[in-house]
């Protein structure tokens, strides 16, 4: 087996691992990325509607601040996320969206003067200021209290994967296309590298590396009807589970999104609703405010999808072959706006749906969409239990999404945790050695080769692909928008009967280069394991919280509940995960759980919610009048890479004109 020495490995040629790569190979670090495909057809290119940094330059933006946005995103997480890690990433995206407009992002821009909008499905008219001209401009999303999603059209992933790629070609970073990372090399306590299979040649080969960063992205594929790629298999999150070692946190925090057309499940962006689109039921009535009279289309993703769920449940949704729907309405935003600013959404409904999205309305539901859960990490990125492994973007758990994240947030996750990873990782290259025996590296080589000896020679019965369609189809029904302990369970029993048969894979292509049926034998039984970690985690919460919601334990339960799961497989023949759970400590949260906003206020309160609310109090009053960074500083100190600590700068904080219009 061929071994190949380098600084730094990433695997994963999306944003997320792109932007490690380059900040690796900043620091003069050998740096070395893998994919399954070429980089610039990485997931990352489907985000459509944009990203989130608080750069306040639109009259909507104005009072927009990093405070405003970690507040939205704490509350967007359902009190899930890790707060300190909220801060690092709401204190670094304005730097990543300017650092994009460096590298070539073309940001769409504000133009002074009057434009016409539509707010609340009425024509607005808005004002931008003379000094705003040419400043990046920024549309409404939802769960957000400004307009504060940056982008370029609805091809935004498009136009940041091509930047960014292109800095990192421009910067000699290698990427080894079609090849799939199999198994992280370990010993117990540092992560050596992976071993990778071709799948053009079907070699395997040995990638050892300081330190090694998986940027796989998410899980979605695991369910029947999602807006992710196919490659979105989850096979990183398994890579990591197989050690026996690392854990993956919150699996079962998985999102809906409103409004993926019917049947296919493509997404129709956040941008239609934050635009002005509304959403219709069958009779043509817009029901959003009845649910949620304040934020009606934009609550946060996790609200909608459930209102919508309800609202089809009570015999709302308009009839078709493929089962009930909702309607999305953006003829009202005008075909001059649909043709500049929802281009892509225009090519979609008119390639996948035959219709024309400025006349005709669109049909919706909702449909898996993101992966709050995955490989836990640190706030440096690195795994708590394996040294040198790191990992980042929708792959990890680094914890700034809790159990939903806020739309526009993703893609700032992947760059924002790329500039504060990638900085880390180089850290960790720079200060460790490679240290690896030879022969440990033969052994986790020999135990992929006996797995494809096995599925190639062996006389295995099963079928991949029947097992991974009925796996997609029990986390569809089961493990879905409303979630129940009777299903859970059944989910649970299912798949492990699932994982058992898939110890009996056989495949009818006996070829050992390129492959399909031997890739799919590969990957079935990992994806099972990450199906279970999710429906094991869903089923032991009980309690509901942001995007896992329970009909038979319907409160935010903080006093019980107020933790992360995290999920390993040390005993490789069990057929579910172990969980374990990290609390979150209320006493260091500089915003203590309280209220999101929507529905009922019920939550089951955690008894240091009150005394940390006091302590936040006293601290502020003895501060007396200082400025708003010496008041976080004091309430919830969060650690930084020395580059990334300077404040940012914002033309509502110097020019009074701005203020007055706030
Ligand atoms: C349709 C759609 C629209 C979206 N729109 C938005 C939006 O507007 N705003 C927003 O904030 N978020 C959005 N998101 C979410 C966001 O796009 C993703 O979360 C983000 O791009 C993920 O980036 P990543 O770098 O983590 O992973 P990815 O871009 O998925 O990259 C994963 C990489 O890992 C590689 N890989 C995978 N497995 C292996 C393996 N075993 N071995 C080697 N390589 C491997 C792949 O080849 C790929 O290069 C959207 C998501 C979807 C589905």
């Known amino acids: 087996m061929k071994i190949i020495y380098t600084d730094t490995l990433v695997v994963g040629a999306g944003l997320a691992g792109l932007r490690v790569a380059i900040a690796s190979k900043e620091r003069g670090l050998d740096t070395l990325v893998l994919s399954l495909i070429p980089a610039k057809r990485s997931h990352s290119a489907a985000a459509q509607g944009g990203m989130q940094a608080s750069l306040g330059n639109t009259v909507k933006g104005m009072g927009d601040d990093e405070d405003v946005h970690f507040q939205d995103t704490v509350k967007g997480s359902d009190w899930g996320c890790d707060q300190q890690v909220a801060r690092m990433f709401a204190h670094c995206a304005p730097k990543a969206v300017r650092e994009l407009a460096n590298w070539g992002v073309p940001w769409s821009r504000v133009t002074k003067g009057d434009r016409e909008v539509i707010v609340n499905a009425e024509k607005v008219t808005l004002t931008e200021a003379e000094q705003a001209h040419g400043l990046i401009n920024a549309r409404d999303f939802g769960g957000t209290k400004k307009w504060r999603t940056c982008y370029t059209a609805d091809g935004t992933g498009h136009s940041l994967l091509y930047a960014v790629d292109n800095k990192a070609i421009s910067m000699d970073i290698p990427v080894h296309e079609r090849m799939e990372a199999l198994k992280i090399i370990h010993d117990g306590k540092r992560c050596h590298g992976v071993i990778a299979r071709c799948l053009i040649t079907g070699e395997l080969r040995a990638y050892i590396a300081k330190s090694?960063?998986?940027?796989?992205?998410?899980?979605?594929?695991?369910?029947?009807?999602?807006?992710?790629?196919?490659?979105?298999?989850?096979?990183?999150?398994?890579?990591?589970?197989?050690?026996?070692?690392?854990?993956?946190?919150?699996?079962?925090?998985?999102?809906?999104?409103?409004?993926?057309?019917?049947?296919?499940?493509?997404?129709?962006?956040?941008?239609?609703?934050?635009?002005?689109?509304?959403?219709?039921?069958?009779?043509?009535?817009?029901?959003?405010?009845?649910?949620?009279?304040?934020?009606?289309?934009?609550?946060?993703?996790?609200?909608?999808?459930?209102?919508?769920?309800?609202?089809?449940?009570?015999?709302?949704?308009?009839?078709?072959?493929?089962?009930?729907?909702?309607?999305?309405?953006?003829?009202?935003?005008?075909?001059?706006?649909?043709?500049?600013?929802?281009?892509?959404?225009?090519?979609?409904?008119?390639?996948?749906?035959?219709?024309?999205?400025?006349?005709?309305?669109?049909?919706?539901?909702?449909?898996?969409?993101?992966?709050?859960?995955?490989?836990?990490?640190?706030?440096?990125?690195?795994?708590?239990?394996?040294?040198?492994?790191?990992?980042?973007?929708?792959?990890?758990?680094?914890?700034?999404?809790?159990?939903?994240?806020?739309?526009?947030?993703?893609?700032?996750?992947?760059?924002?945790?790329?500039?504060?990873?990638?900085?880390?990782?180089?850290?960790?290259?720079?200060?460790?050695?490679?240290?690896?025996?030879?022969?440990?590296?033969?052994?986790?080589?020999?135990?992929?080769?006996?797995e494809i000896d096995r599925l190639i020679d062996g006389d295995g019965t099963e079928n991949p692909f029947e097992l991974k369609l009925a796996m997609q189809k029990i986390m569809m029904d089961y493990v879905g928008i409303f979630r129940n302990g009777n299903e859970l369970q059944k989910a649970v029993d299912e798949l492990s009967d699932l994982l058992v048969r898939s110890r009996n894979i056989g495949i009818k292509t006996k070829k050992r280069h390129a492959n399909p049926e031997l890739v799919e034998a590969l990957r079935v039984p990992r994806m099972l394991k990450v199906a279970l970690t999710v429906a094991c985690g869903a089923n032991a919460r009980t309690e509901s919280r942001g995007a896992h919601s329970r009909e038979d334990y319907p409160q935010r339960n903080d006093k019980d509940w107020l933790n992360r799961t995290l999920s390993s497989w040390p005993d490789s023949n069990a057929l579910v995960p172990e969980l374990t759970y990290e609390a979150l400590d209320v006493m260091k949260m500089e915003l203590p759980p309280g209220y999101r906003g929507y529905g009922v206020d019920n939550a089951i309160v955690h008894p240091d919610t009150q005394k940390r609310q006091q302590q936040i109090d006293a601290i502020l009053a003895e501060l007396g009048d200082v400025d708003r960074y010496a008041k976080q500083a004091a309430i919830m100190p969060f650690e930084l890479p020395e580059a990334l600590r300077p404040k940012n700068e914002r033309l509502s904080d110097t020019l009074s004109a701005f203020g007055d219009k706030a």
């Open 212 to 450: 090694t960063t998986i940027a796989t992205g998410g899980y979605g594929r695991i369910y029947e009807v999602s807006t992710n790629a196919i490659i979105c298999e989850g096979i990183g999150q398994a890579l990591a589970l197989e050690t026996g070692v690392a854990t993956l946190g919150n699996m079962e925090a998985v999102q809906f999104h409103p409004t993926a057309i019917v049947p296919v499940g493509i997404l129709t962006t956040e941008g239609c609703r934050g635009d002005g689109g509304i959403l219709r039921d069958k009779d043509g009535y817009r029901f959003m405010p009845d649910y949620e009279p304040e934020k009606k289309e934009l609550a946060s993703r996790d609200v909608v999808s459930r209102r919508m769920t309800e609202h089809m449940r009570k015999g709302k949704g308009a009839d078709s072959p493929y089962g009930p729907h909702l309607w999305l309405d953006i003829t009202l935003l005008g075909r001059k706006h649909i043709e500049t600013n929802l281009r892509e959404v225009k090519e979609i409904c008119e390639n996948f749906l035959g219709i024309d999205p400025a006349k005709d309305w669109i049909p919706v539901r909702p449909t898996q969409h993101y992966s709050m859960g995955g490989i836990r990490t640190k706030h440096t990125g690195e795994s708590p239990q394996l040294s040198g492994l790191f990992s980042v973007g929708e792959a990890a758990c680094w914890d700034m999404h809790g159990f939903n994240r806020l739309g526009g947030n993703s893609l700032a996750e992947t760059v924002v945790g790329g500039m504060i990873v990638g900085k880390y990782v180089a850290d960790y290259g720079e200060q460790h050695h490679l240290e690896v025996d030879t022969a440990l590296i033969e052994q986790f080589g020999t135990v992929l080769q006996k």
